[in-house]
């Protein structure tokens, strides 16, 4: 692997669909007035390596990595886009951790 300092900003499948549902939600009532750039976002990013590891940690499970041993891309990506606001009347409920477990909860 690269040696994993990319951040990733990991949102819960549940928690993205109910951020359309509450975004369709402010369309619907007529929230929104002009056109607006939101993120959904979990408000904080992970390095790549502190993700395998709260997978492990979660899961008991074990990833063999080696880290640094290829290097990034050319146009690697280091850092997740982060220019829309919080989409008003939704935030994040199902952590990362809370995630993996619930994810593999029948494997483990």
Known sequence: MSPGDQLMDLV???DVVR???VAAE???DGK????DIYAV???APLRLRDVVELYQQATGG???VVWGERPY???EVMVPWSKGKRLPGWSPNI???EGFRDLFKENL
């Open 19 to 21: 951020a359309f549902i």
């Open 62 to 64: 074990q990833v063999l």
């Open 12 to 14: 819960h499948v549940d």
């Open 73 to 75: 891309r050319r146009r």
């Open 95 to 97: 952590g990362l951790r």
């Open 32 to 35: 929104v007035k002009k056109h």
């Open 41 to 43: 976002s979990s408000g």
């Open 26 to 28: 402010r369309l619907l």
